[in-house]
């Protein structure tokens, strides 16, 4: 596996081992991985939106900045709190147990037909060695 993979699935691992995310479910956006229709818990596809690579000031070797993509889908009826309070679990569980965390945030909502539900768009920027 290379970097971006082990990046990637070291944060799933992360926020499937936490308590308070036992509901939901968190999949590898790529390959895409077919979804229920409609969804009936919370689902969190997961995958890179983008790389930078970062050269240290002095030393060696580099440092690849990785945006994990987070598209979090919150079925319909659960409304819209309910979208913002999945978020703010997993940031939560994010900060202090990913080892390289630069920032994380979210914005952007829409609403997918094929599931039935609302989407809030949010991402984790981890550093990692290249």
Known sequence: ?????????????????????????????YPAIVKGNPLRKVTVAVGMEKMDMLKPPSGPGLTGLIRVRMHIHVPVSDGGLSMHQAFSAIADAVVGSVGGLQSLGCG???????????????????AAAI
């Open 108 to 126: 952007g909502i829409s609403y997918d037909r094929p599931t039935a539900t609302i989407v809030l768009q949010a991402w984790v920027e981890i």
């Open 1 to 29: 596996m290379g970097v971006i993979d082990n990046v990637i699935g070291n944060l799933i691992s992360v926020l499937e081992s936490k308590p308070q995310l036992k509901g939901m479910s968190f999949l590898r956006e």
